[in-house]
Structures are given as C-alpha cells and as structure tokens.
C-alpha cells in the first residue's frame, strides 16, 4: 500500500521560505513520477512541479518557476519543495502525489494522473 505523508507547512511572511517534505511508504520515489500540486480555497488543484524516473530536470508551473525547486532524496525516499520567495498568492494546501507507472519516463501534468496522494498541508503567506 503506497502512503505519502507531507511536512513542512505553516505560516511565512512574504519574500520568507519554506520547505515541505513528502515521505513516502510502499513506493520508490526515485522510480516514479512525482508531482507537488496546490489548491487554494475556490481554485482548482493546480500543479506545481514534476519529476519523474531519471529526471535530471523537473517541470515547475510558471507561477512558481525561479522560486520552487523540487528534489528527491533516495536514501530517505522523501520528495522535497523548497519555495523561495513566498507570495500571498502562494498560499494553499500542497499536496504530494505519485503516479505513472515504474520507470515512466515523462512529467505527469493532470491531477487525474496521478494514483496517490497524500493529506495536504496547508502553506499560508502573509502580506
């Protein structure tokens, strides 16, 4: 049974830092593809950014590009979102998922991708 279980979240002010983290249970991260969506209250789920096996580079939305990056850790098999820059427009609750399947060698851009997901946490940005 695949589990994700995200950390990290919490309160920043703007132009502050955080990072969130995303323990996986089940499944190899560095053998699928990973995504960290957002969703803010009234918006869709949207994606922020994507890895996927072998992925030297990773897919960030444009909203986040130059201020997210997003990394695996195999000896933890933990994927991280370190967010820089932190905006109001940021806030929501980010959520990890994994999806694909083993060794699938491109980004999974659609929610309905994606087969696991963890609980969310929630990121607030204050002004």
């Known amino acids: 049974q695949v589990q994700l279980v995200e950390s990290g979240g919490g309160l920043v002010q703007a132009g502050g830092s955080l990072r969130l983290s995303c323990a996986a249970s089940g499944r190899t991260v560095s053998s699928y593809a990973m995504g960290w969506f957002r969703q803010a209250p009234g918006k869709e789920r949207e994606l922020v950014a994507a890895?996927?096996?072998?992925?030297?580079?990773?897919y960030y939305s444009d909203s986040v590009k130059g201020r997210f990056i997003i990394s695996r850790d195999n000896a933890k098999n933990t994927v991280d979102l370190q967010m820089n820059s932190l905006k109001p427009e940021d806030t929501a609750v980010y959520y990890c998922a994994t999806g694909g399947s083993r060794f699938g060698r491109r980004y999974l851009i659609e929610a309905n991708e994606y087969d696991y997901w963890g609980q969310g946490t929630q990121v607030t940005v204050s002004s």
């Open positions: 890895m996927y096996w072998m992925s030297t580079n990773a």
